[in-house]
């Protein structure tokens, strides 16, 4: 069955981080993704270091090697352009002008494109044409502040918050909307999708708390981030922990009585008591292994979970069970989502190696392969493979 997305085609202008992972999760959807990537990195070097069937960014998509400073290389990417529904630019604002890429020449080639640019800072504003990353983005706009224990210092969420929260997942939602218009209208547009406005974004509800005086602007006091006994995490007596979030008075009742600790549950916000009742839950749940614990509150609404390593999640009842984490082809991967009752697509290609479908990609624009490998416009990976064993 194809995806949602089935029928939507979209040139990657090849990036790291964010843009990648949008377009993996528009191709996992059935979106067709033929990613432009350097040239050299089909014929070693650095950017080609890691093995490519590790970069799941990748996967699900086509891949075209381009040496992007010659004039023939932009113009395959402009006749790819012509016949796309959206282009996607993970350069630095400036950059795609500089190749020739820019929304103002892609537009006139497609003016129905949807042209998405992922940034950090955004296309303008005081810091823009600065480089950054993650944990700047995540600093700037407040949401690195509030991430941490009460008296410690800011702590790094990955970069689950930024590049993929805050950065990609906004991109795929200026993609849609921006292609629902276009589908309307037969007009394009410029999407700016920039990390710095997805992360003050998400931080919607902490402003609203904020703003009703139920939130204090120093991390590790609040309710949501550690502060309050009831959602935190405990150390057990194997070392490992456990994730408590009863935050609701019924569930937070349940947890007391399971740990057989005696407080009221309707003093449940009193901050005074806090201390007091983090100290003696920490003592309880340092009684038992993290796996013991889990075992005594699984079924239960008491809200309390093992936090589990990478590979045990894999292995978890309930993970394997929807399927949300599996390995294919030796690699541990999560499925597709969300998940769809009546469109749910494939599963999506291994990553392709770069320019594994460069002649293929010619092919279907009428040009010589054979002769722009000479020439060094593209770089030719793997023979072309029967498109018959492809699942698209």
């Known amino acids: 069955m194809p995806g949602p997305l089935s029928g939507l085609s979209i040139v990657e202008l090849g990036g790291l981080g964010p843009s990648a992972f949008a377009t993996m999760l528009m191709a996992d959807l059935g979106a067709d993704v033929i990613r432009i990537d350097r040239a050299r990195a089909a014929h070693g070097g650095v950017e080609a270091a890691a093995e490519p069937r590790f970069d799941l960014l990748n996967r699900g998509k086509r891949s075209l090697a381009l040496d992007l400073k010659k004039p023939e290389a932009v113009e395959i990417v402009l006749r790819l352009v012509e016949r796309a529904d959206a282009l996607t630019d993970p350069f630095r ?104 406005d997805g992360v003050s974004h998400l931080l919607s509800s902490t402003h609203a708390m904020y703003a009703g005086g139920m939130w204090q602007d120093r991390r590790g006091v609040n309710v949501l981030d550690g502060g309050a006994p009831f959602y935190s995490v405990y150390e057990c007596a194997d070392g490992g922990y456990v994730a408590v979030g009863a935050g609701e008075g019924k569930f937070y009742a349940e947890l007391l009585r399971r740990l057989g600790l005696d407080d009221d549950p309707r003093q ?26 889990a075992s005594e509150f699984e079924q239960t609404d008491c809200c309390v979970t ?42 999506p290609t291994p990553p392709p190696l770069p320019g594994q479908h460069t ?9 010589d392969a054979g002769r722009l490998v000479e020439t060094g416009v593209v770089s030719a990976g793997p023979a072309p493979q029967d498109p018959t064993k492809e699942q698209r």
């Open 93 to 196: 604002p400036g950059v795609a002008e500089r190749l020739g890429l820019g929304p103002d020449v892609c537009l006139a080639r497609n003016p129905g494109l949807v042209y998405a640019r992922m940034t950090g800072w955004g296309q303008e504003g005081p810091l823009s044409a600065t480089a950054g990353h993650d944990v700047n983005y995540l600093a700037l706009t407040g949401a690195l502040h509030g991430i941490g224990s009460a008296g410690g210092p800011p702590q790094i969420p990955v970069n689950y918050v930024g590049d993929f929260g805050g950065g990609a997942t906004y991109l795929v939602i200026g993609l849609l909307a921006a292609l629902r218009e276009s589908a309307g209208s037969g007009t394009g547009q410029v999407v700016d999708a920039a990390i710095v």
């Open 306 to 347: 093992p936090v589990l390593g990478l590979t045990e999640a894999a292995d978890h009842p309930h993970i394997r069970s929807r399927r949300s984490l599996r390995r294919r082809d030796g690699v541990l991967q999560a499925g597709t989502a969300p998940r769809f009752s009546g469109s749910e697509p494939h599963e």
């Open 268 to 293: 449940q916000l009193d901050e005074s008591r806090w201390p007091d009742l983090r100290r003696r839950m920490a003592e309880v749940f340092a009684t038992r292994t993290r796996d013991e614990w």
């Open 359 to 367: 002649h293929d990609i010619l092919a279907s624009l009428g040009l």
